[in-house]
T-cell receptor, first 109, second 116 residues
Framework: QQPVQSPQAVILREGEDAVINCSSS?????VHWYRQKHGEAPVFLMI?????EQKGHDKISASFNEKKQQSSLYLTASQLSYSGTYFC??????????FGKGTLLTVNP | DAGVIQSPRHEVTEMGQEVTLRCKPI?????LFWYRQTMMRGLELLIY????????DSGMPEDRFSAKMPNASFSTLKIQPSEPRDSAVYFC??????????????FGDGTRLSIL
């Protein structure tokens, strides 16, 4: 089943923060986050395993709440380069990912 | 290092024609995935292979779609006959397996398919 992402879209000014959420109704093994710019391929950001871990990558970090089957992606002090569509991909088994419909992030000067 | 290579980048053809999309995964990767992306349905997994063997083809929409992986460095996705509703961007991705640990999928640049 496809995970639900929220919000569907968000507009920020440079330097502002954003949170993107991803929820599943099924038990998950891992959550993957990707960013896709218009006309390009999705690019991997990070993977979170069950166990409630958190990860950071520059000013982008994420958490995974195994009990709630929810993951959140945190973007702090956003830059123009952060603009794009963010997808979460949920894995239940065997490396198979199911992607959400994406969150369109626009960062303006 | 070369990434996942897909060809063609763009394909425009008429309804009823056979379409073949090609993918070369990253060397050493043992998983290969085919996805379709549309505005309405988002990014959908069609089929994936492990060590050239199809593992799950439950996402293949109809019998008109078929995929093969004859060796570790090449896969094809074929649509025959093609229909306008098949118009989409088709991505190929590959990854490597690490004992029971998920790993990133690396995507190719995609094939933008238009069926007239």
């Amino acid at each position: 089943q496809q995970p639900v992402q929220s919000p569907q879209a968000v507009i920020l000014r440079e330097g502002e923060d954003a949170v993107i959420n991803c929820s599943s109704s099924k038990a998950l093994y891992s959550v993957h986050w990707y960013r896709q710019k218009h006309g390009e391929a999705p690019v991997f950001l990070m993977i979170l395993l069950k166990g409630g871990e958190q990860k950071g990558h520059d000013k982008i970090s994420a958490s995974f709440n195994e009990k709630k089957q929810q993951s959140s992606l945190y973007l702090t002090a956003s830059q123009l380069s952060y603009s794009g569509t963010y997808f979460c991909g949920t894995e239940r088994s065997n490396y198979k990912l199911t992607f959400g419909k994406g969150t369109l992030l626009t960062v303006n000067p | 290092d070369a990434g996942v290579i897909q060809s063609p980048r763009h394909e425009v053809t008429e309804m009823g024609q056979e379409v073949t999309l090609r993918c070369k995964p990253i060397s050493g990767h043992d998983y290969l995935f085919w996805y379709r992306q549309t505005m309405m349905r988002g990014l959908e997994l069609l089929i994936y292979f492990n060590n050239n063997v199809p593992i799950d083809d439950s996402g293949m929409p109809e019998d008109r779609f078929s995929a093969k992986m004859p060796n570790a460095s090449f896969s094809t996705l074929k649509i025959q006959p093609s229909e306008p509703r098949d118009s989409a961007v088709y991505f190929c991705a590959s990854s490597f397996s690490v004992w029971d640990n998920p790993t990133p999928q690396h995507f190719g640049d995609g094939t933008r398919l238009s069926i007239l």
